[in-house]
């Protein structure tokens, strides 16, 4: 399995499309970022939270 190129990553763009409208794509967008960004901020915080058990 390799990676993705550029003809499958339009072929998922256009299925998501045509499945969630073109409406509602910003809005999924700008959840999925917020999910990230807590993510991130949650794994950050568990590193830190190591960091500090360990010392």
């Not at 409208?21 to 999925?32: F, Q, T, V």
Request: glycine fraction near 14%; charged fraction near 25%.
């Amino acid at each position: 399995m390799g990676s993705l190129g550029s003809g499958e990553l339009l072929i998922i763009l256009i299925i998501v499309l045509v499945v969630f409208g073109g409406a509602k794509l910003p809005k999924l967008a700008r959840s999925l970022g917020q999910a990230q960004k807590e993510f991130k901020k949650g794994i950050d915080e568990g590193v830190s939270d190591e960091d500090e058990s360990s010392v």
